[in-house]
């Protein structure tokens, strides 16, 4: 077994990994050893990461990073992951990371919009060009850091609609001087401004935020992707930024005479779809499709979502049970937790299929259940059914040891 991570400077996704089998996924903040201390990452990775990625020596953990193309940052980086799991590290950028599950083995140019952004050609094995990223100081265009940063230098010397000002302060409730403060004097200042652009996209009805969003993305279609030869390759798109302003980076791109290939937006957007004809299901997720993100919540009815996680693992469908650290949301929902799956770059449609599989398998035994052995009809009925359905799930789905 191994351990794969990948991590921006805002968030790291880890998996453990038996064979093609993802076995439990964690996220915790984003590592970047351009900002961070050995000593600093060490105590991220051990106090956020769920005690079971440390129960044994693994094989290998992968982690493909943001400021690991720098050895002497990979370094450092490499000498805090052996201190915590006591195994053989390899640590590449997450660049590379990018372009191996955009582009498998296939050439291409590879870009990335989160926190940051990069860009890279690929040659199917490895990358053989890159523009340098240069930070979010000299660098980043078209990241969320860039757009932040141009949006809140217009609001600090009142340059941005006085609609806009007012909504931004309704929302945020900051001053001028706790603006300047988040960014010159607290810690990830890139995380910070790429936390206000966001504020955008609710917002592209108004001109000036819709300009912002598009010259950013045209500053980074200048500046990155015409030193490629990016005519005789596809180009390919990952990232936060990339999925939450899809449509305006395809009008970007056609002035460039390109069209995209692929974000992850497709593939949510065929989930959203097939989940959604699943009348059993409760779906939690924005009904305006352009603003949703690439998690959807949901839950079958009468089926606690821990049990229906455990019958989806059963299938080979990882996906995660709980209240997500999102108690005061769900308590207005007026639930206690959720299944929530999770969808990136490296997701297909087929994967969609087989979680939808998966879902009808786990409502068709409980449905079964129901009606051939307990009673539903009154609320004891269902208190029965609760207890008695776990007590055989534990005869249908052998315990995989892990949290989901």
């Given at each position: 077994m191994k351990v794969i991570a990948e991590s921006g400077s805002t968030t790291t996704e880890w998996v453990l990994v038996d064979g093609k089998n993802v076995l439990e996924r964690s996220f915790t903040e984003g590592i970047n050893p351009f900002f961070q201390?050995?000593?600093?990452?060490?105590?991220?990775?051990?106090?956020?990461?769920?005690?079971?990625?440390?129960?044994?020596?693994?094989?290998?953990?992968?982690?493909?990073?943001?400021?690991?193309?720098?050895?002497?940052?990979?370094?450092?980086?490499?000498?805090?992951?052996?201190?915590?799991?006591?195994?053989?590290?390899?640590?590449?950028?997450?660049?590379?990371?990018?372009?191996?599950?955009?582009?498998?083995?296939?050439?291409?140019?590879?870009?990335?919009?989160?926190?940051?952004?990069?860009?890279?050609?690929?040659?199917?094995?490895?990358?053989?060009?890159?523009?340098?990223?240069?930070?979010?100081?000299?660098?980043?265009?078209?990241?969320?850091?860039?757009?932040?940063?141009r949006f809140l230098s217009d609001y600090l010397k009142n340059l941005?609609?006085?609609?806009?000002?007012?909504?931004f302060h309704e929302k945020f409730k900051v001053t001028p001087d706790e603006i300047m403060d988040s960014i010159y004097n607290h810690p990830f200042p890139n995380r910070s401004l790429s936390t206000f652009s966001y504020f955008l996209k609710d917002h592209l009805d108004n001109k000036y935020a819709f300009n912002l969003v598009y010259e950013e993305l045209m500053r980074f279609f200048q500046r990155?992707?015409?030193?490629?030869?990016?005519?005789?390759?596809?180009?390919?798109?990952?990232?936060?930024?990339?999925?939450?302003?899809?449509?305006?980076?395809?009008?970007?791109?056609?002035?460039?005479?390109?069209?995209?290939?692929k974000t992850e937006k497709e593939v949510v957007s065929y989930a959203r779809q097939e989940l959604s004809k699943l009348d059993y299901l409760d779906l939690y997720m924005s009904p305006n499709e352009e603003n949703h993100s690439s998690v959807i919540s949901f839950n079958i009815k009468g089926i606690h979502p821990h049990d229906v996680a455990s019958m989806l693992d059963f299938k080979g469908v990882c996906v995660r049970s709980g209240n997500h650290c999102a108690q005061p949301l769900l308590r207005y929902m007026g639930i206690d937790s959720t299944c929530r799956a999770s969808f990136s770059i490296y997701n297909t449609k087929e994967d969609v299929d087989r979680l939808v599989d998966a879902i009808k398998f786990a409502y068709s035994k409980f449905e079964k259940f129901i009606k051939n052995i307990l009673y539903e009809s009154s609320d004891l009925g269902m208190i029965v059914t609760k207890y008695m359905f776990r007590i055989i799930l534990i005869s249908i789905v052998p315990w995989t040891g892990r949290v989901v």
């Open positions: 201390t050995r000593r600093e990452i060490s105590h991220s990775i051990r106090l956020n990461l769920p005690e079971t990625f440390f129960k044994k020596r693994w094989e290998r953990v992968y982690f493909y990073g943001a400021g690991c193309a720098n050895l002497d940052k990979k370094n450092i980086l490499e000498a805090s992951l052996v201190a915590q799991f006591k195994t053989p590290i390899s640590a590449e950028s997450d660049l590379l990371a990018a372009a191996r599950g955009l582009l498998i083995d296939k050439p291409g140019i590879a870009c990335i919009l989160g926190t940051g952004s990069n860009s890279c050609l690929y040659d199917g094995e490895r990358i053989i060009k890159n523009v340098r990223s240069a930070g979010y100081i000299l660098g980043d265009e078209g990241s969320g850091a860039a757009m932040g940063r941005t609609p006085k609609d806009l000002c007012d909504a990155n992707i015409i030193q490629y030869d990016y005519k005789s390759y596809p180009v390919y798109f990952m990232g936060n930024l990339a999925y939450t302003y899809a449509d305006i980076l395809d009008l970007v791109a056609k002035d460039f005479g390109l069209n995209i290939e």
